[in-house]
């Protein structure tokens, strides 16, 4: 096991022990954190699917997590519950069930369309596609336009309650957990190989036979089902949905997590965003023009480190 | 015997220029064919349109007795046509074995299974290692792809031309770049390989060509300008006059 | 159908196209002669829009601000390019496309920090301020009209350079052979240098231009760059004619459709239902555009040649 999988790993043991440990010496503000940091790490997670695996540079992703939040939001704002005797008493399956299929309907329409192009095209065409779901949020006056919409009930699930914070995160976590287990199950498999070797060498792939259009938007759809699954997260622990979670900024900064973290590794996403949030609250604490020292963070690892951080910790350069 | 591949008519043209002039060509069942021309004659360009990456302006490829002119690359390469590239086209960030064990994987109708590690499954490893070995590189099967050296690249594209089991295979400029000693190599293998697949081979290496190929046809400015036995080529004033005359 | 309301609204459709061709023209300079993505271009919209309207406050002249205002814009444009974008060009999409993200922040940030949070209103000399009536209800703010003029000018004037002067000549022929531009011993650097200050320009002037309407604010470019890029997807990447085209389209259409999208749907829909969904659907017109365009032409309408 080499230094990145190991640190990887302690992460995880120390996510796994330290919001108990912040609540017990009153430092509740720190689960919030925690919690944030891992519904990213999913949202990261998955875009690393396409990003990482499939070298497919998706610019929209945060479009997911949007549609994913407002699948709570807005079924939770109607007071709708589902049908079905088994599933109504937990309107949480409904909730979770909506944000998952609308946001994997979502990528399956416009990954079609956005898989028909490369390069440059791609990246922009999926950042237009989320600022058209951006846009069409804002026009919607009646769930809050660009003020955005306050749930007052969060999703309601056997055994958990969301209302607790311990217990938010602790889904979270295991959310987490299952979301790195699928994505490593995907790449180690056949689909996996096919798709990573589209990556390498897209011409000799479709000389091999591989349909590797089918490929692509298979896992386009995998990932953004599981990016709207962290988006009914989100808007579960947040209770406050608004456009501005589908900002390509937000899409520009799950981007910036794999590459702190490391692109195409299991717990890369993982890392990069427990990164990318320690890095904010720290700046942020200091000063209100941290978005500065941020960006200028952002530029100097993109031009001097192209293995990110875990490339500096590491000692060893990509390239 | 009978034509495996069959083309009529074939023309294509990027603005101005004819890189494919009316090009007619059958191959034969079992045959080793080269096509040889001087550079920018289309020899590349005409494989891209048998392989589907480029579609033709105008003509017909048959294949098996199939029309697939406008068949897709991946459809091609299902009903059995594998090409080799000129400027070497692997998978550099994976190992040896996972650039074969993908043309292997390749064969078994699709690839959505999702759950089993595809490194695991020793069937698809086993018969990778044995294409691998055919090709004299089964010591390097996990060295990552890129460690590699031209050689070693040009056998491994060779490879998977075989571990595609494509009835039809054509190699373009499989000795580009080799030293003495590795196209002799090369030529060995290409030799042990005859009979058993259909091969269109094109190479600028006239030894090899004319000790390996049953029929030798001529491009000239995207146009044939002779098909025939080595011994007719070589004797062919048409051929000397615009091609073989100045080689030196 | 109110035609004057028509003919005002298709005349801001063109003025929007014309500041959309604006900002698409040095993106799509940019990207099809350097090979370099720059999502940072809408911050250099921003950037001149905040520049011009400090001046036009310390000058008491906004066209004086101007004409200092787009050379500054040009000099910021150089200076990224030296700094952040020169490196970058043999890297891959994806780092230039991350690297002018943290450019956005940074820029964000130092408008912020130098010119405060608020966004500021440029005032108009009075002789631009006015409006002109045309009689039948037509009645135009005289600065659209200037907006209309300078926009039709600097596209010619943007034409003009590109198909008849040396320095055009060399813009074209780097556009579709680098490596000859380079063997004809022309100093390339200084060539993409140059693009990328006119591209850095170009979008300033654009910012300039809508700030005595809009007022400069630090998120003005944000929005703008996403419009800018379906304009350049649906023209083709790479292409001036395109980004002209595809400016006009988008503008018009984005226009036209926020205006009368709700009375052409209440044609076969309730006014009531036509009330909910037009908006909706004029937020993401643009976009369906984008996504008819692409589905027949992946390439987009004009795709440049081969490079």
Known sequence: MNRKTITGIVLLGLLAVLPPIFIATGNAFYVDLTTRLVILAIAATSLNLVLGYGGLVSFGHAAFVGIGAYAVGIPAYHGIYGGGELIASFNGFYHIALAVILSALFALITGAICLRTKGVYFIMITMAFAQMVYYLFISLETYGADDGLVIDLRSELPLVNLDKPLQMYYFAFVSLLAALLIVRTIVRSR????????????????????????????????????????????????????????????????????????????????????????????????????????????????????????????????? | MSSLLSITGLNKSFGGIKATDDVNLDVLEGELHAIIGPNGAGKTTLISQLSGALPPDTGSIMFNGQDITRAPAYGRAKLGITRSFQITSLVKDMSVLDNIALAVQAKQGHSFRFLKPARSIAPLRDEALTHLDAVG???????????????????????????????????????????????????????????????????????????????????????????????????????????????? | MDYALLLVQTLNGVQLGLLLFLVASGLTLVFGILDFVNLAHGALYMLGAFICAWLTLALGNFLIAMVIAVPVTA???????????????????????????????????????????????VPLPAWLNGQLDFGANVILPTYRLLIIGFGILTAFGLFWMVTYTKIGMLIRAGASNRTMVSALGIDIQTLFAFVFALGAALAGLAGMLISPITEASIGMGNNIIITAFVVIIVGGIGSMKGAFIGAMLIGLIDTLGRSFLDTIFALFMSPAAAETSAPAISAMLIYIIMAAVLAVRPQGLFPPKAR
């Open chain 3, 75 to 121: 000099g910021a444009g150089y200076l990224i390019e030296r700094t952040v974008a020169r490196p970058l060009y043999a890297r891959d999409h994806l780092d230039q496309v991350l690297a002018t993200f943290g450019l956005i922040l940074v820029i964000d940030t130092m408008v912020h920090l130098v010119f405060g949070p608020e966004g500021i209103a």
């Open chain 1, 191 to 319: 689909f996996g190989m096919v798709l990573q070797g589209a990556k390498g060498n897209p011409e000799r792939m479709v000389t091999l036979g591989y349909n590797i259009y089918l490929y692509r938007l298979a896992a386009y759809v995998i990932s953004g089902a599981m990016a709207g699954y962290a988006g009914a997260l989100l808007g579960n622990f947040t209770t406050f949905i608004s456009p501005d979670m589908m900002d390509w900024h937000r899409s520009g900064e799950l981007m910036f997590m794999i590459i702190l973290g490391g692109a195409a590794t299991t717990l890369g996403p993982l890392m990069g965003s427990a990164a990318f949030i320690v890095v904010e609250e720290i700046l942020s604490h200091y000063t209100v023009y941290w978005h500065l020292p941020f960006g200028l963070m952002l530029i100097a690892i993109v031009l001097f480190a192209r293995g990110g951080v875990m490339g500096i910790i590491t000692g060893k350069d990509k390239s």
């Open chain 2, 137 to 248: 590189l089964a010591d390097r099967a996990d060295a990552p792809t890129v460690n590699l050296s031209h050689g070693e690249h040009r056998l491994m594209e060779i490879a998977i031309a075989l571990a595609s089991d494509a009835p039809l295979m054509m190699l373009d400029e499989p000795m580009a770049g080799l030293g003495p000693d590795e196209s002799a190599r090369m030529v060995t293998f290409l030799k042990t390989l005859k009979g058993k697949r259909t091969i269109v081979l094109i190479e600028h290496d006239m030894d090899a060509v004319f000790a390996l190929a049953d029929r030798i046809s001529v491009l000239v400015y995207g146009h044939i300008i002779a098909t025939g036995t080595p011994a007719e080529i070589r004797s062919n004033s048409a051929v000397r006059q615009a091609y073989l005359g100045e080689e030196d």
